[in-house]
């Protein structure tokens, strides 16, 4: 599938980047006719606790990948600095074609404003399964009835906005349209989606943005409501479809959380060629639809070397926001 940018404030250029095949050992062994084969059990980390967003997708990519590979796919929650305990687990097992990571946002994130021992160069990518872009959003009694609204408001007055940690999507979406629009916002950072609700409701804040996912039950209650989408068009899902895109406001920024799965550097080209090859099978299966459509993220996909240029661009983009 065509890639497109993902997170833009103005024009943003695109730069791509090649991956060089790398050679080295691979967990697993090979098959009768010389394929790569994972052998019958494979480890999914996820580097984040479970219940959450990182952990729903990583099961739910696990238990398909387990339909097409006919292997046993265990899912382990490795927790700690972020995501960066599990990062370094996967960077530990260099060139086993057995251990994969249910990868997001913190990939990128993470070496800007942490001291890590590894960037996305470090892994092999294999699977960008889909693209969760946030809604910006207010509590059902806001007189805020756009984003143009809020806009105009911070121009004048101190609006706060809430954020889910302090480097998370929500916090680079903001900051793209500070960028923009010339206006700077209060933050507040909460630990968790909920929190950022939690507080949205209560008044203490004037404005959230969050992927529709994690917004489903207080959107569908009437709790809160959507201003617009930071998405290139409009949402398909019934529930999502009239809110308008930041584009339709006058609001020229886009930002996605992606969510897919990576595996350790250094594997052997048969075993990446094979995680792509059943990862692509994945994507046809009634479970890939299901996770999407659950989850209400947008089915756009990225394979092998056209994954590692959709994250060389992210990360530029990214470093501009955090790395300032």
């Known amino acids: 599938m065509k890639r ?11 730069v791509g980047l090649a991956l060089s095949a790398c050679s080295g050992g691979s967990g697993g062994g090979s ?23 990182s952990d729903i997708a990583g099961r739910a990519i696990a238990a398909g990948l387990e339909e097409v590979t006919g292997a046993t796919i265990t899912v382990e929650n490795r927790v700690g600095g972020s995501g960066a305990v599990g990062y370094s687990g996967l960077t530990n097992a260099e060139g086993d074609g057995s251990m994969l990571l249910a990868s997001e946002t913190a990939l990128i994130t993470l070496p800007i404003v942490q001291d890590v021992d590894f960037t996305y160069e470090s892994f092999t990518p294999i699977m960008k399964a ?3 872009y946030n809604l910006v959003v207010v509590a059902a009694d806001s007189p805020f009835q756009s984003i143009t609204d809020v806009i105009e ?3 004048t007055e101190q609006l706060n906005a809430a ?6 999507p929500d916090h680079i979406a903001w900051s793209l349209i500070e960028q923009e629009q010339g206006i700077t916002l209060e933050r507040v950072t909460f630990e968790s989606s909920s929190e950022v609700l939690a507080a949205l ?9 969050s992927s529709p996912g994690e917004l489903t039950g207080q959107l569908e209650s009437g709790d809160i409501r959507a201003l617009c989408a930071l998405a290139p068009e409009r949402y398909e899902y019934d529930l999502l479809a009239d809110i308008p895109t930041g584009s339709e406001e006058g609001v020229e920024v886009t930002f996605a959380q992606w969510r897919g799965f990576i595996a350790p550097g250094g594997i052997d080209d048969a075993a990446k060629e094979y995680w792509i090859a059943k990862a692509k099978e994945y994507e046809q299966s009634d479970a890939y639809k299901e996770f999407i459509e659950s989850n209400m993220l947008q089915p756009v996909t990225a394979y092998g070397d056209d994954f590692v240029e ?11 926001v955090l790395g300032n």
């Not at 497109?4 to 695109?14: D, H, K, N, Q, Y």
């Not at 494979?42 to 959450?52: C, E, K, L, N, W």
């Not at 409701?201 to 943005?209: L, Y």
């Open 201 to 209: 409701m209560g008044g203490h804040v004037q404005v959230a943005a």
């Open 310 to 320: 959709y994250l060389h661009e992210y990360a530029a983009d990214v470093e501009s």
């Open 4 to 14: 497109r940018s993902v997170l833009t404030a103005g024009a943003i250029g695109t």
């Open 31 to 53: 098959s009768a006719d010389g394929e790569f084969d994972p052998g019958n059990r494979v480890t999914m980390i996820v580097p984040f606790s479970a219940g959450g967003g």
């Open 163 to 168: 954020v889910s940690g302090a480097t998370g």
């Open 153 to 155: 408001a911070a121009k």
């Open 130 to 132: 889909g693209e969760d």
